[in-house]
């Protein structure tokens, strides 16, 4: 059973989450790059590549619950849903509020299962100042500025099981932060569905850390 953001607490403790190295299981497909000063990791369900998204209810939750609306806005735009009911939305976001800080994995899942939802996408973000990371590629001896890395996973409610999870990350520090997390977010998100980067609602996100 999925724990609190395994993903998010190695970050933490370490920042040196930067993942540069791929590896093929037989369940699942991978994907990494690292360009332009942007670092992705992907995985994704050969289930969640062949079942059609838009049938899904799917509910997100963020620690920047300011990302939310804005990342659902963004995946009915990407996917052209044609099944999710707003009613199933509304209630997860006016009932977040009764999960713990921060929640358990599980706990934002029996939510979700409530309110009636079939996905919940979880999306972390996390900011840190440049000056007190000093692991490669991130080092900066004395530059101004944050870090900025976003893990977002999403899981079926029934099962519990993930069907795909994303990572991506700017390595270079920026002053404002806060303006990234949006478009690192979907980037984590389109990764670990496995949308190509050419895509129209994609192609900026991804020239995101270039300037």
């Not at 989450?17 to 093929?24: F, I, K």
């Not at 009636?116 to 840190?128: Q, T």
């Not at 101004?144 to 993930?162: I, K, N, P």
Request: glycine share 6%.
């Amino acid at each position: 059973m999925p724990s609190r953001g395994n993903v998010l607490h190695t970050f933490l403790c370490s920042f040196k989450a930067v993942v540069l190295v791929c590896t093929v299981s037989g369940l699942a497909l991978e994907s990494c790059s690292h360009q332009s000063g942007l670092v992705l990791s992907g995985f994704h369900t050969t289930e969640a590549a062949v079942e059609a998204p838009q049938t899904l209810q799917v509910v997100i939750w963020s620690n920047h619950p300011e990302v939310e609306q804005p990342l659902l806005q963004w995946l009915d735009q990407l996917q052209r849903p044609v099944g999710n009911n707003d009613l199933v939305r509304r209630a997860f976001m006016e009932q977040r509020r009764t999960l713990p800080w921060p929640p358990h994995d599980l706990e934002i899942l029996q939510l979700a299962r409530q309110v009636g939802a079939d996905e919940v996408l979880i999306a972390e973000i996390i900011i840190k100042p440049a000056c007190s990371v000093t692991w490669y590629p991130h080092r900066r001896d004395g530059e101004a500025g944050d870090l900025v890395y976003v893990a977002a996973r999403a899981f079926a409610v029934d099962t519990q099981a993930m069907r795909w999870s994303g990572t991506a990350e700017c390595t270079k520090p920026v002053i404002e932060a806060d303006k990234l997390a949006i478009p690192l977010a979907r980037i984590a998100v389109a990764t670990g569905m496995g949308r190509s980067a050419d895509e129209p609602l994609l192609q900026r996100d991804f020239r995101i850390c270039s300037g």
